[in-house]
């Protein structure tokens, strides 16, 4: 209700200084603190975002066109190699697909379900991403 104070503004100022370790800017609104508060705790506890996320989001932020902050892309002629259940996998970067086993793939998702039997993401299987990749 405009003009009557908030019981839970000093609770939340509270908590955003011991969060952040300086008080919020003027006129945030109780919600808006709550919530700040709330991702913050949760990126401490679980790690917060990739460091290629923070990467591509610094980008941004010094001007740099959203699409180029992007992820980073495999160059053409790239070689990725993985083992699966006792083979090597060698697959070569093209430009429109992968090869592997001198045949053409779409993506690295359909090698890697080719390989495993199994959906995987093709990143990941190859060790492209994952938890913890920076």
């Known amino acids: 209700m405009p003009g009557k104070r908030d019981p839970d503004r000093a609770a939340a100022l509270t ?3 011991a969060i952040f ?3 919020p800017p003027a006129y945030l609104s109780v919600a808006f603190m709550q919530k700040a508060v709330g991702y913050e705790r949760q990126c401490k ?6 460091a290629a ?3 591509a989001l610094l980008k941004i932020a010094e001007g740099e066109d959203v699409a180029a902050a992007g992820p980073e892309r495999l160059n053409s002629g790239a070689r990725l190699v993985r083992e699966w259940n006792g083979r090597s996998y060698h697959v070569d970067v093209l430009e429109g697909g ?5 045949r053409i793939w779409p993506s690295l ?4 379900k080719h390989i ?5 993401s093709g990143p990941r299987f190859f060790g492209l991403t994952g938890r913890g990749s920076t």
Request: no cysteine.
């Open 15 to 17: 908590d955003w200084e």
């Open 21 to 23: 370790g300086s008080p």
């Open 45 to 50: 506890r679980a790690g917060g975002l990739p």
């Open 53 to 55: 996320t923070r990467r």
């Open 98 to 102: 992968f090869l592997m086993d001198g």
């Open 109 to 112: 998702s359909a090698i890697a």
């Open 116 to 120: 495993t039997g199994t959906a995987w």
